[in-house]
């Protein structure tokens, strides 16, 4: 069975563009949650979304931040306009409930320069 | 407090020895944790779930429950040098669909 997928893997763009991260969760997994990872601040959830219905966002930093999950299938984070600190590596993980293990995928690497 | 803990390490073990993994929370009615490894530049992969007390094994992986203690471990027996990765300890709070993470131990197994 394939895995959580995730594109771009690497992102390189320069301040005040927008970006758009990708993911589609395992079939048949109703849960899906968005996470970035820093060494500062390790893993942070971002937000979460339940039967495609975002649940919690309030993870994300800011207004510049939205993420979308129009079917079961595929969820879209994007940063507008991207800064520098937004660099990070962002991961899309799901879950085939709420109370289980989450599966990640394999992230995307963004560099905001 | 932190939610939760783990030693940030580096632990470092010889190869064929058991490194021990330890971290703790402080949700006292939290029901599930995890074990996730972390290569380093990939994602966290899940290795180990654990729901009640005591001991549960999965080929070298024993990981080890203790509520009244608040506390969760992973032993790694016969560790190999491609055991080393970060090792991240997640636990789901009570009535709470967020996993918390622990920032992780470094485990470095020598040859």
């Known amino acids: 069975d394939a895995g959580v997928i995730q594109s771009p893997r690497h992102e390189v763009t320069e301040m005040g563009q927008e970006v758009t991260l990708r993911c589609k969760p395992i079939s048949g997994h109703n849960s899906l949650f968005w996470y970035r990872q820093t060494m500062m601040r390790g893993l942070e959830l971002l937000i979460y979304f339940n039967n495609n219905v975002p649940i919690d966002d309030s993870g994300m930093p800011e207004d510049r931040f939205s993420a979308k999950m129009p079917n079961a299938s595929f969820s879209t984070l994007k940063i507008q306009p991207s800064e520098p600190r937004d660099s990070a590596v962002y991961f899309c993980?799901?879950?085939?409930?709420?109370?289980?293990?989450?599966?990640f995928g394999p992230g995307t690497r963004l560099t905001v320069l | 407090q932190k939610e939760v803990e783990q030693n940030s390490g580096p632990l470092s073990v010889p190869e064929g020895a058991i490194a021990s993994l330890n971290c703790t929370y402080s949700?006292?009615?939290?029901?599930?944790f995890f074990w996730y490894r972390q290569y380093s530049g990939k994602s966290p992969e899940l290795i180990m779930s654990?729901?009640?007390?005591g001991d549960k094994e999965d080929g070298r992986f024993t990981a080890q429950l203790n509520k009244a203690s608040q506390y969760v471990s992973l032993l790694i027996r016969d560790s190999q040098p491609s055991d080393s990765a970060t090792y991240l300890c997640?636990?789901?709070?009570?009535?709470?669909?967020?996993?918390?993470f622990g920032s992780g131990t470094r485990l470095l197994v020598r040859p």
């Open positions: 654990i729901y009640s007390n």
């Open positions: 949700d006292r009615g939290s029901q599930s």
């Open positions: 993980a799901s879950s085939p409930s709420t109370y289980n293990e989450q599966f």
């Open positions: 997640a636990v789901n709070p009570s009535g709470s669909y967020k996993l918390i």
